[in-house]
């Protein structure tokens, strides 16, 4: 009898250690659970510049941009609604991580193109970053012939280029927040005075108001600004609208351009004194 609960005893105690091994095994081949943090805008744009988010992949976007002319400009110019500055884009996206965008603005005439890769994903649980990043460059071209005929620009001395470093964070399902540090560079310049290279640093947010609807701000200040205007930091508020498979956003901003070059380095509108753009992008994806 004593041999007989001797050897149960060994072999529980066998089993007890292979169980444990097996589960080790198992844990250690099964896949950490990385739940990757999604929707941290609703659209590719804040307001006026771009937000974290991508196109998914093989999506295509139209984009129509308008923004009018100042509400202070009263009843007679219909409060800026008889001015209008135009922006039709189309954006691509290769793959959930990569979009490639291309437009043209009524302003200046200009064509833009960029290219947003995304670095880094926020992901909570295993393996969790605090942080989404993504990539960002563009180059313009202006073409409006605002120059005298003896001293015509060339092509390359009509180019502009920005590039950023796009840092979110979704903070909760009804708050998230953007920090953008930007360069652009002006092949071109007014005046001597004026720098080729300006550095300015943005910032974003996102507050969720009800399933379908969410309240913009964005704010880019400057560090080294143009002396040849009177050049103030680019402030947006605005309301986005989520309808049926598109972002409809309603805008104000004492800028009246949509692209980087211009809006954050050549705003001249003071928000407060009421030189205030009405605008709004819609958006279509196929």
């Not at 507050?207 to 009177?230: A, C, G, P, Q």
Request: aromatic share 14%; glycine share 8%; charged share 20%.
């Amino acid at each position: 009898m004593k041999k007989i609960i001797l050897i149960i005893f060994i072999i529980s105690i066998n089993s007890q250690f292979f169980g444990q091994d097996l589960l080790d095994i198992l844990d250690n081949e099964t896949p950490k659970t990385e739940n990757i943090v999604t929707a941290t805008f609703k659209g590719t744009r804040i307001l006026n510049g771009h937000s974290i988010e991508n196109r998914k992949d093989k999506e295509l976007e139209f984009i129509i941009s308008h923004r009018f002319g100042r509400v202070n400009l009263g009843f007679d110019e219909l409060f800026g609604l008889d001015q209008s500055n135009i922006r039709f884009a189309l954006e691509y996206g290769f793959n959930d991580n990569l979009t490639i965008g291309f437009g043209r603005s009524s302003f200046e005439k200009t064509y833009d193109s960029f290219l947003k890769y995304s670095l880094l994903k926020q992901k909570n649980g295993e393996n969790s970053f605090p942080f989404a990043v993504s990539l960002f460059g563009s180059v313009a071209v202006k073409t409006l012939k605002d120059y005298d005929p003896s001293d015509k620009r060339t092509f390359a001395e009509s180019l502009f280029y920005v590039g950023q470093v796009l840092i979110a964070r979704k903070v909760s399902p009804s708050f998230s927040y953007q920090i953008t540090p930007t360069y652009v560079h002006r092949n071109s310049v007014r005046i001597n005075a004026d720098p080729h290279d300006i550095f300015a640093l943005g910032f974003g947010t996102r507050m969720k108001l009800s399933k379908r609807v969410s309240f913009n701000s964005e704010y880019y200040v400057t560090f080294n600004e143009s002396k040849s205007i009177d050049a103030r930091n680019s402030l947006a508020f605005g309301i986005d609208i989520e309808t049926g498979g598109h972002v409809f956003q309603l805008i104000l901003s004492n800028a009246i351009t949509m692209i980087e070059k211009s809006f954050i380095t050549e705003s001249t509108g003071n928000f407060f004194g009421g030189d205030i753009h009405f605008g709004f992008n819609i958006s279509r994806t196929f």
